[in-house]
């Protein structure tokens, strides 16, 4: 199943916690990953200036996958600027871009977090991703969020939750 998974990961910290447990749930599986901050991606534009920049070529190349797990920190109860971002880039594909975002329907999506502030995933942050991906008519399949104590250190029970809701993912799918 993992070359049927693609991981969008959204964080200002390409080697911090997020990361890190990402690469620590995909020891294994080697599934794709796709880095927000890498890419030229601009924030949604009712005039569609921004068509040429990375989004569209993402979208593209992530429609081979049948699941998309998005991976954030939580930054002020949400997810990351960048994540963001990308989200609000999925209304190109309900104008000017339709034939991909109907491609999207029947994907599976789940969400995997970090953060250090609060305790559990808050309710704003796992709706974002939810409520998306039921709008776009995709399979929404949970979320995972560890908290971390102390920065860069992912403690070996967080793992191994992590590990486990990745195992619930693949075989629901």
């Keep these: 199943m993992e070359d049927d998974l693609a991981f969008i990961l959204g964080t200002s910290r390409s080697d911090g916690n997020t990361r890190r447990l990402l690469n620590y749930v995909n020891r294994e599986m080697n599934a794709s990953v796709v880095d927000l901050a890498t890419l030229n991606i601009s924030y949604f534009d009712y005039e569609g200036k921004n068509l040429d920049d990375d989004f569209i070529?993402?979208?593209?190349?992530?429609?081979?996958?049948?699941?998309?797990?998005?991976?954030?920190?939580?930054?002020?109860?949400?997810?990351?600027?960048?994540?963001?971002i990308f989200v609000d880039r999925l209304s190109d594909l309900l104008g000017p871009r339709k034939d991909l975002g109907r491609k999207l329907r029947g994907k599976s999506t789940f969400l995997i977090a970090t953060g250090n502030t609060e305790t559990e995933i808050t309710s704003g942050m796992e709706e974002v991703i939810a409520k998306t991906s039921e709008y776009l008519g995709m399979n929404y399949q949970g979320a995972f969020y560890g908290h971390v104590r102390e920065d860069l250190i992912l403690e070996p029970q967080m793992l191994k939750d992590a590990a486990?809701?990745?195992?619930?993912?693949?075989e629901s799918s």
């Design 57 to 84: 070529p993402t979208i593209e190349s992530l429609q081979d996958y049948s699941m998309l797990g998005f991976v954030s920190p939580m930054y002020w109860y949400t997810v990351s600027a960048q994540l963001k």
């Design 164 to 170: 486990g809701f990745m195992s619930r993912i693949l």
